[in-house]
């Protein structure tokens, strides 16, 4: 029997029940997490809200950005309450959370019901790392991450294809898909789940959140880590613009007809299956490009990477991601995303895993785990900046609706405020009148005079500057 069949035997069944949830609740998450964008801004009357980007970006940065905070208390929670109890109150509240958004239509009601989920989120998010740390060891726990990791880019993978189609139909079906899919956590956790032996637990909840916050606080003390720390949010408020601005943007300014040809040209079966009725291909389904490129090649880039040390490989990659999303925004041609998001994933793969990695390595002996703790600031701080980004900076320099009102306002037109009554979809067909364009017309007018391509710019810039910030780091703070 091969040393790798051996360490699949070992592996206890609730191992193989905490990767299945795992894979339900990232098919839940990304099913609707990559559609969100879309569902926010795009007018009422195709059943969005037809919120302006600003308020995109608010509901899309802040909350995520306490998603990525909270599992600073959330853990202690699970290890005071036990890791079962704790699964089954997440999988209650993303349920009805993921249930009742899809009927609120205000912006405050939304950003709570959304935040009242990234509570589910954060309850669940500690507890399925900690199960499969619990359900593997040192002859294993390679293979057993590596399966977890797996499984978390199949759910992205998954969900949002399937979001996409059924969003077509009803926005309604795709709120119905991800509260049905956490449901089905339950089951498995009710049936197929074993508590993990979590040792001897904080008498005092109170006590143990604080122990935590405090734990925090010592690991930020450390000034080599809090610089690192700081530096890498740049890497996910760049890395983050795929899901926050990037299908706004090509639902915006780019006709994904090409991409349905060259797929129809392949297949028709295939290009009828992912595209729409209107032989068009979905801003979704173009983003999740990149999920595909992470299931087929992140072995492949891990291994090259392995030459390199963690710090150089992270450079490394950061460059290429931010050549990539670059790209990504630089032409209307819908094509050019392909190899673009291509070249994007390369970089995030190099990148992310190296992250972790790194900051195993730098941390002291003693606070490997207090360190560990500590790599989701990044990814909230960058959150909290991606929501900016992708709201007030896109919104003033590359919002079509922003930039069609500078417009008409430059040629003294007058058209009513977007409202109930008046959508967004009626403002365009009405500037369209005004300006005696057609739709397509307009967009390349506006795209030739104003330039929102230069949103690449911003994008790029960011990931430059963390690039370079971790040469300078490197060579003067840690010596190298």
Known sequence: MSKVARAFRRFPRTFWAANTMELFERWAWYGLFLVLALY??????????????????????????????????TGSIADKLGYKKVLLLSFGILSSGYLVMGWL????????IFLFIAVGG???????????????DESNSSIGFGIFYMMVNLGA???PIIASKLREL?????????????LVNVILVLFFYKEPDRGEPEKNLATSIKRSLYNIYITLKDFRFLIFLILIVGFWSMYLQLFFTLPVFIDQWMDTASVYNVLYDISPGLARAIGTDQQTVNPEMITNIDALYIVLFQILISSLVMRFKPLYAMIIGIFISATGIGLMFMTQN?????????????????????????IGRIAPKDRVG???????LPMSGGNYIAGLLSGQVYGSMSDKMTLLRQELNSKGMKLPEVSDQFTKTDFLNAASEKLNMSQAEL?????????????????????????????LYNRFILKG
Request: neutral net charge; proline residues 4%.
């Open 40 to 73: 926010l801004t795009k007018s009422k009357e195709v059943g969005a809200l037809g919120f302006s980007q600003e308020q995109k970006g608010n509901i899309m940065g802040i909350v995520s950005a306490i998603l990525y905070f909270l599992p600073v208390i």
């Open 105 to 112: 239509t205000s912006y405050y009601s939304v950003f709570m």
């Open 122 to 136: 954060a309850l669940f998010k500690p507890v399925i790392s900690a199960t499969i740390a619990k359900t593997t």
């Open 157 to 159: 993978f998954i969900g």
């Open 170 to 182: 009803d926005w309604q079906y795709v709120f119905y898909m991800s509260a049905g899919i956490t």
């Open 334 to 358: 819908a094509l050019f995303l392909i190899p673009s998001i291509f070249v994007f994933a390369v970089g995030e793969m190099a990148t992310s895993p190296k992250i972790t990695e790194y």
């Open 370 to 376: 207090l360190y560990m703790g500590a790599s989701f």
């Open 443 to 471: 967009t390349n007018y506006l795209w030739n005079s104003y330039h929102p391509e230069n949103i690449w710019i911003v994008f790029t810039t960011i990931g430059v500057v963390t690039g370079i910030g971790l040469l």
